[in-house]
């Protein structure tokens, strides 16, 4: 694969054009063009517009020898045994776009619906959907000019692709819906007028080549996989902080015992760990003997040999992250550069039916990564137990307040962590609900036409969900962590750790008493989304994009 998600981002300081072929788009060049503020403009690379026109032709000539073609010169679904004239082609593409626009929910974010364009004009520029360069290029210059179709979140069943969302995408081309331009909402035909864009007239099956494909849930797919990548680090890092606070056994991390089980992913995780801890490769040394012997050969330690599961198995649970998301980068790689609508027309004149806008390799990778992005935060909430619990804090303030002088007026009346605690807890049992397999939803529908159906626009919605829980569930930990290592005292800490702290110091200041903490969850959520994070820590991370 020429990009996967553990693949190093290319730093882009004035971006080139990113021309399109079908079959090199990365997933780092599509989070760049859904997210990036310097977003690359993009085009159609010259190689691509010689198959898309060929195929554009083949169609042409199949219509004009009267052949009955799915989607058209037939109709759609269990309809297409409906024949009609090579001359109500386009007349049909027209109504196919309005009967599909009826999705509802909340309108998809910015950087999805970037996503979701960058990635269905890379599928049609492949070369095999029978639709003009012409198109595709209008498409890329909405993109271009940030002109975005507002399309509901809600509607797909992920086969045949993802018809409602994707014709939200298809009608902003010919003019007709509403768009977010600069800002602000405005009907469609305004906003090209205003980048000077002309409006296209689609020919028979161009309308099909918009909707008929799986880029709606690869745009929420790649950005969540994307994102997951950010939260891995983000548990190892509150991971060695939890250790350091607690004052833990870091040989837990040893490189022996992963070299004895050595999945991937745990070996990536266990050693950023160990080097956020010390800097080194390293585990450092187990807590020594401590305690008197007493007459009858017993000794009561003062420390525990084994730190808890949640520390301890650390790198077990985001190691499983992290080869779900090794595995995920591959599958969405090869999904982001497929033709994946129906019918496909080969150049040489030939027309040939299939099933390629089935969903169910999105939705099996988002499936798997839903469980694992969950597991990963279950277990944040199990050490932010261990660090806010004054049974289990190794003499750590309750709840992390502040210490008080004896007589102190705020004596009593703080409660700290208390509510954080409650609130990690709910997103967990939130983010744990949605793990069910949206895969195993399958629904017959569209007169039994569509019998079986991926689920997969479900599944990466839910993953995106999921992701954005776990985003605070962190944010909420490292804040608490912070606080313990205020406490404890920052000579506990590494020089890595020593630096997120400092970094998460400037948006959350030391909680001196009992205040109102939302805001502070959203900052530091960022931090972890955006990457600051991690850029922040002055280590080799491994298993990440390089540092910036």
């Given at each position: 694969?020429?990009?996967?998600l553990?693949?190093?981002?290319?730093?882009?300081?004035?971006?080139?054009?990113l021309?399109?072929?079908?079959?090199?788009?990365?997933?780092?060049?599509?989070?760049?063009?859904?997210r990036?503020?310097?977003?690359?403009?993009?085009?159609?690379?010259?190689?691509?517009?010689?198959?898309?026109?060929?195929?554009?032709?083949?169609?042409?000539?199949l219509?004009?020898?009267?052949?009955p073609?799915?989607?058209?010169?037939?109709?759609?679904g269990?309809s297409?045994?409906?024949?009609?004239?090579?001359?109500?082609?386009?007349?049909?593409?027209?109504n196919?776009?309005r009967f599909?626009?009826?999705?509802?929910g909340?309108a998809?974010?910015?950087?999805?619906?970037?996503?979701?364009?960058?990635?269905?004009?890379?599928?049609?520029?492949?070369g095999?959907?029978?639709?003009?360069?012409?198109?595709?290029e209008?498409?890329?210059?909405c993109?271009n000019?940030?002109i975005?179709?507002i399309?509901?979140?809600?509607?797909?069943?992920?086969a045949?692709g993802?018809?409602?969302?994707?014709?939200?995408?298809?009608?902003?081309?010919?003019?007709e819906?509403?768009?977010?331009?600069?800002?602000?909402r405005?009907?469609?035909?305004?906003?090209?007028?205003?980048?000077?864009?002309?409006?296209v007239e689609l020919?028979?099956?161009?309308?099909l080549?918009?909707?008929?494909?799986?880029s709606?849930?690869?745009?929420?797919?790649?950005?969540?996989?994307h994102?997951?990548?950010e939260?891995?680090?983000?548990?190892?890092?509150?991971?060695?902080?939890?250790?350091?606070?607690?004052?833990?056994?870091?040989?837990?991390?040893?490189?022996?015992?992963?070299?004895?089980?050595?999945?991937?992913?745990?070996?990536?995780?266990?050693?950023?760990?160990?080097?956020l801890?010390?800097g080194?490769?390293?585990?450092?040394?187990?807590?020594g003997?401590?305690?008197?012997w007493?007459?009858d050969?017993?000794?009561?330690?003062?420390?525990?040999i084994?730190?808890?599961?949640?520390?301890?198995?650390?790198?077990?649970?985001?190691?499983?992250?992290?080869?779900?998301?090794?595995?995920a980068g591959?599958?969405?790689e090869?999904?982001v550069?497929?033709?994946?609508?129906?019918?496909?027309?080969h150049?040489?004149?030939?027309?040939l039916?299939?099933?390629?806008?089935?969903?169910?390799?999105v939705?099996?990778?988002?499936?798997?990564?839903?469980?694992?992005?969950?597991?990963v935060?279950?277990?944040?909430?199990r050490?932010?137990?261990?660090?806010?619990?004054?049974?289990?804090?190794n003499?750590?303030?309750?709840?992390l307040?502040?210490?008080?002088?004896?007589?102190?007026?705020?004596?009593?009346l703080h409660?700290?962590?208390?509510?954080?605690?409650?609130?990690?807890?709910?997103?967990?049992?939130?983010?744990l609900?949605?793990?069910?397999?949206?895969?195993s939803?399958s629904?017959?529908?569209?007169?039994h036409n569509?019998d079986?159906?991926?689920?997969?626009?479900?599944?990466?919605?839910?993953?995106?969900?999921?992701?954005?829980?776990?985003?605070?569930?962190?944010?909420?930990h490292?804040?608490?962590?912070?606080?313990?290592?205020?406490?404890?005292?920052?000579?506990?800490l590494?020089?890595?750790t020593?630096a997120?702290?400092?970094?998460?110091?400037?948006?959350?200041?030391?909680?001196?008493?009992?205040r109102?903490l939302?805001?502070d969850?959203?900052?530091?959520?960022?931090l972890?989304?955006?990457?600051?994070?991690?850029?922040?820590?002055p280590?080799?991370?491994?298993?990440?994009?390089?540092q910036?």
């Amino acid at each position: 694969m020429a990009d996967t998600l553990s693949a190093p981002y290319a730093e882009r300081t004035e971006p080139s054009p990113l021309l399109l072929d079908g079959h090199r788009l990365t997933l780092t060049e599509t989070v760049t063009v859904a997210r990036g503020p310097d977003r690359p403009r993009t085009g159609i690379a010259d190689r691509a517009v010689g198959r898309m026109r060929a195929t554009a032709t083949a169609k042409d000539d199949l219509i004009a020898a009267g052949v009955p073609i799915y989607g058209v010169t037939a109709g759609f679904g269990d309809s297409n045994t409906r024949q009609i004239h090579g001359v109500k082609g386009a007349a049909l593409q027209q109504n196919l776009l309005r009967f599909l626009n009826c999705g509802t929910g909340d309108a998809a974010a910015q950087d999805v619906t970037r996503a979701t364009l960058l990635i269905r004009a890379n599928c049609l520029a492949r070369g095999y959907s029978a639709i003009r360069p012409r198109v595709v290029e209008l498409l890329l210059d909405c993109l271009n000019h940030d002109i975005l179709p507002i399309i509901p979140e809600r509607g797909s069943v992920g086969a045949s692709g993802d018809l409602v969302p994707l014709s939200y995408v298809a009608r902003m081309l010919t003019g007709e819906g509403e768009v977010l331009h600069a800002g602000e909402r405005r009907p469609a035909a305004a906003a090209l007028a205003a980048a000077g864009l002309t409006p296209v007239e689609l020919e028979s099956k161009e309308g099909l080549a918009l909707v008929n494909g799986t880029s709606f849930m690869a745009g929420f797919a790649v950005l969540a996989a994307h994102d997951a990548l950010e939260l891995a680090f983000a548990a190892e890092l509150c991971t060695a902080l939890a250790s350091q606070v607690l004052l833990g056994n870091p040989a837990h991390f040893d490189d022996f015992l992963f070299r004895q089980k050595p999945h991937e992913g745990v070996l990536t995780s266990a050693r950023n760990v160990r080097v956020l801890l010390d800097g080194g490769e390293s585990a450092g040394g187990a807590p020594g003997a401590d305690g008197e012997w007493a007459g009858d050969g017993y000794r009561q330690l003062e420390r525990p040999i084994q730190d808890r599961y949640s520390i301890r198995c650390a790198p077990h649970v985001v190691g499983a992250l992290r080869d779900t998301l090794t595995w995920a980068g591959q599958m969405l790689e090869i999904e982001v550069n497929s033709s994946n609508d129906n019918p496909l027309f080969h150049p040489e004149g030939r027309v040939l039916n299939g099933g390629n806008f089935y969903g169910g390799h999105v939705g099996q990778v988002m499936d798997s990564l839903k469980i694992a992005v969950a597991s990963v935060a279950d277990m944040l909430d199990r050490q932010l137990e261990l660090v806010v619990d004054e049974k289990f804090n190794n003499g750590l303030t309750p709840n992390l307040i502040p210490r008080y002088e004896a007589g102190s007026w705020d004596s009593g009346l703080h409660h700290g962590f208390k509510g954080m605690q409650i609130s990690a807890s709910s997103l967990v049992a939130e983010a744990l609900r949605w793990t069910t397999p949206a895969t195993s939803f399958s629904r017959s529908t569209e007169a039994h036409n569509q019998d079986k159906v991926s689920m997969g626009t479900i599944a990466a919605r839910d993953a995106r969900s999921i992701v954005e829980l776990a985003q605070e569930v962190v944010a909420i930990h490292l804040i608490a962590l912070c606080q313990a290592a205020d406490l404890r005292g920052l000579e506990q800490l590494s020089p890595a750790t020593a630096a997120a702290h400092t970094l998460v110091r400037k948006v959350t200041p030391f909680l001196e008493g009992d205040r109102p903490l939302q805001d502070d969850i959203q900052r530091v959520a960022e931090l972890v989304r955006s990457g600051e994070l991690r850029r922040a820590v002055p280590i080799d991370v491994a298993g990440m994009p390089s540092q910036d």
